[in-house]
């Protein structure tokens, strides 16, 4: 045990003035201050056996064969609901390869059927579109149900429109409506060639430049179709010779 005294200093002031002040002191203090060989005895710089059934410091260590293993009944407060062993637990299942989970009477199963089947080559062929027939479970294709629409060679269908592929041959646009008309179509008009071109199904024409059936608001001049530059653009044109293409509604 050592004595230790402490430097000390007294200094009174009153709304920031000094009233009093005293010179420096000092108090005896008494302080447990371990000596060098004390400290020595605290500190070992020799290794620690890490080996099952040691100790350190007079306590056992423990090694991950002391672990064990978690199990649900150490957890406390679990909120009611949700507990190992409810219901709707799927810890008692353990479904097979190529099985999958549904739901069977509130409870869940293991099933390799679905509602319906599973679609394969024998179902649809390539470019069939499904549905699934109500009440029956299964898929048929939609021309089934409904009549295929389809067009006639040389055209191709945009929509509920067919158009054809290719443009006919320079005429004036009444020549055109008429032209058309006694093929039992109607000249294209602008929305139903549109679609066409931007999608590349037909081809262009020789100039540039075709009839649409869209004339002008004032009536006095037809609308021409930009499909070579601008799928979008229209000019009026009055008096020219143009190529064209004849329309009919998809069946």
């Not at 150490?74 to 507990?83: A, S």
């Not at 939609?142 to 060679?153: A, H, K, M, V």
């Not at 409506?177 to 081809?203: I, K, Y």
């Not at 020789?206 to 930009?226: H, I, K, P």
């Amino acid at each position: 045990m050592h004595s230790l005294r402490f430097p000390t200093w007294l200094l009174l002031t009153l709304a920031g003035c000094t009233v009093e002040s005293s010179g420096k002191g000092e108090a005896p203090a008494a302080v447990d201050v371990p000596t060098e060989a004390e400290i020595e005895d605290y500190v070992s710089n020799g290794p620690i056996d890490l080996a099952p059934g040691s100790t350190l410091d007079g306590s056992a260590l423990a090694t991950e064969d002391d672990l064990t293993a978690p199990s649900w009944e150490d957890l406390t407060d679990v909120p009611e609901g949700i507990l190992d062993g409810d219901d709707d637990s799927l810890a008692a299942l353990s479904c097979a390869e190529e099985e999958w989970l549904s739901v069977a009477s509130g409870a869940w199963v293991c099933t390799d059927t679905l509602p319906p089947p599973r679609i394969d080559a024998s179902t649809a062929a390539e470019g069939d579109v499904l549905r699934v027939v109500s009440g029956q479970a299964e898929w048929t294709t939609i021309d089934d149900l409904l009549p295929s629409r389809g067009c006639s060679s040389g055209m191709v269908l945009t929509g509920d429109t067919c158009v054809e592929v290719a443009p006919r041959s320079a005429q004036t646009w009444r020549d055109a409506v008429l032209d058309c008309a006694a093929a039992s179509l109607h000249l294209c008009t602008h929305a139903e060639l549109l679609p066409g071109c931007v999608a590349g199904s037909t081809t262009e024409p020789v100039s540039g430049l075709e009839w649409a059936a869209d004339r002008t608001d004032n009536g006095q001049a037809a609308m021409a179709f930009d499909q070579t530059y601008n799928c979008e653009a229209t000019t009026e044109s009055i008096g020219n010779q143009r190529e064209y293409r004849c329309c009919t509604t998809a069946h």
